[in-house]
């Protein structure tokens, strides 16, 4: 999923287009085979476990929490809404009600987790009975081991390995990748029995829900046929007539809720460039969210989105051309203008830059300050896709964004540095400052290797000259020459015959500035 984000990016693709995929991949006609990958956003969502000697009630509602995490993570992310709210009873803030969100529940109810093979329809099929059938033989296998006193087993497990090997290698695209993706199913949660359950899926069945009332799935009220929200609809909504309603979900975000959609995006996109959004609350534009600092800015822009396309990097440009993006952080001469105009001192009418009289002094997220010092050292390695690896690794050279992210075990260096949780919809991150991330600069193995790396690129570049190592550094970490001060400091540190070590600490002094964690 990731890699086929990274590609739709960087191909420009258009929004709605990226949105309709990440929900209906499987479902529109013409989508390559490698585009089912999109289907990660719903197909990576939260499961829980379904302990099935339970009784039936429980376990629907360990099913109903699932819809609810596909609910919060579509709306908030596409809409900016908190439909979710709505799950109990009416939205309290909104107008969205109890009908909408099992309206909703619906489509996911419908909807299946599984694995898919980048393949076409009918090859991905073949694939799927091969992988069927070599897993029943190795159960078979595993029978067989176990079995004593089994004279005959031996030769049946020999015969069995060969039936898997030929299907292995008769089976064209045996081994083609498989994705997180969905598929039409509707879910069945049934009795099995005294206090046991049984959860079975029934392919190409869609399943239209009943409100549950006050969120009790044994307490169920009137029927909720699969549709959109009443809000965006001139009249009564249309129900979803075709299979799941997965393909008229998306078409309806990106057409009749078009406006809004549009406006999240270009506050998310908005909030990346300038470190706060238009909006502050980026997945609530309902009435609990904040109120637009510059309403009449966000709504051309999301106009002239649509205009363009719906093209990302159109946007990108747009914002990062403009006069407002190419200010300067620093408020200093921005004072001594109005001083001079008798106009009123924005640091004191607008001292939290609200109104974007000058850049917003922007902290770096983990991912691009751990690029950074990869860059910096000549380490990077910038290739595109490919697995995920190991953030503790201090070998790894790959860009941040291949980590490997673990829901329920977050790796240390992300867990030290603000990353959100990856188990739920996250807004945004909210930055803080600490002993221990003083700690892991100091002790980090990946950033003495950074520091290290550095020293030797310098050593390469300027083998004698320590002068000229200095200033390098300075252009290399904050793209600035250094002052003869910072100069002076450096030789004052590093002494008249600085070893290996010395450059090291100096190095990784420099790397744990406050200037190469944030930009000016």
């Known amino acids: 999923y990731r890699d086929w984000v990274v590609q739709a990016l960087n191909e420009d693709r258009p929004y709605d287009e990226f949105v309709r995929l990440q929900l209906a991949a499987d479902m529109i006609e013409g989508t390559e085979p490698a585009d089912l990958a999109a289907l990660g956003f719903v197909g990576l969502s939260p499961t829980y476990w379904k302990e099935l000697r339970l009784a039936p009630d429980v376990i629907k509602t360990v099913v109903a929490e699932e819809w609810e995490e596909r609910i919060d993570a579509v709306s908030r992310t596409f809409l900016g809404l908190t439909v979710a709210c709505a799950r109990c009873h009416d939205h309290k803030f909104d107008p969205i009600t109890t009908q909408d969100y099992y309206a909703l529940a619906g489509v996911f109810a419908s909807t299946r987790l599984t694995d898919r093979f980048l393949l076409p329809a009918e ?3 073949r694939v799927r009975s091969a992988h069927e059938e070599v897993a029943s033989l190795e159960a078979q296998i595993a029978t067989l081991e176990k079995a004593k006193d089994n004279s005959d087993a031996p030769q049946k497990i020999a015969e069995l390995r060969h039936r898997i090997d030929e299907i292995k290698t008769t089976t064209a695209n045996y081994d083609a990748p498989q994705v997180c993706a969905v598929d039409e199913a509707s879910v069945q949660v049934l009795p099995d029995g005294a206090d046991a359950t049984k959860v079975e899926y029934i392919p190409d069945l869609p399943l239209d829900l009943r409100v549950q009332v006050r969120g009790d799935p044994a307490n169920l009220g009137r029927p909720a046929p699969r549709r959109f929200l009443q809000l965006f609809a001139d009249g009564s909504p249309a129900p979803f007539q075709h299979g799941s309603g997965r393909r008229e979900l998306a078409d309806a975000i990106v057409a009749d809720a078009a406006p809004l959609t549009a406006r999240v995006i270009v506050n998310r996109v908005w909030r990346h460039h300038f470190g706060r959004g238009l909006v502050d609350t980026p997945s609530d534009f309902g009435a609990q969210g904040a109120r637009p600092t510059h309403p009449d800015l966000l ?3 999301a106009a002239r989105f649509i205009d363009h396309g719906w093209s990302l990097k159109w946007l990108h440009r747009e914002l990062m051309l403009s006069a407002t993006y190419r200010q300067r952080s620093g408020n200093a001469e921005c004072g001594v203008r109005n001083a001079e105009s008798k106009a009123p ?9 609200r109104l974007l009289w000058r850049m917003n002094r922007q902290r770096l997220d983990f991912e691009p300050w751990r690029d950074a010092m990869l860059a910096a050292a000549g380490e990077l390695d ?3 896709g490919g697995p995920a690896l ?3 690794d201090a070998a790894n050279r790959r860009r941040t964004l291949y980590g490997r992210i673990h829901r329920h075990e977050l790796e240390v260096m992300l867990r030290l540095n603000d990353f959100p949780d990856p188990s739920s919809h996250s807004p945004s991150r909210d930055a803080t400052t600490t002993p221990l991330q003083g700690l ?9 290797r950074q520091a290290e790396a550095l020293a030797a690129r310098l050593a390469r570049e300027h083998p ?3 002068d000229a190592r200095i200033r390098r550094a300075y252009q290399l970490l904050f793209a600035r020459p250094a002052t003869e001060r910072e100069v002076e400091l450096g030789h004052s540190f590093l002494g008249a015959d600085a070893d290996v070590k010395t450059w090291r600490l100096y190095l990784q002094t420099l790397l744990g500035s406050n200037e190469f964690l944030f930009i000016d």
């Open 123 to 125: 090859e991905a099929e």
């Open 299 to 301: 709504d051309d822009l």
């Open 382 to 384: 910038a290739r595109i």
């Open 390 to 392: 190991d953030l503790n």
């Open 440 to 448: 892991f600069v100091l002790n980090s193995p990946f950033v003495t």
């Open 464 to 466: 004698i000259d320590a």
């Open 345 to 353: 001192n924005p640091r004191s009418s607008d001292p939290s830059n």
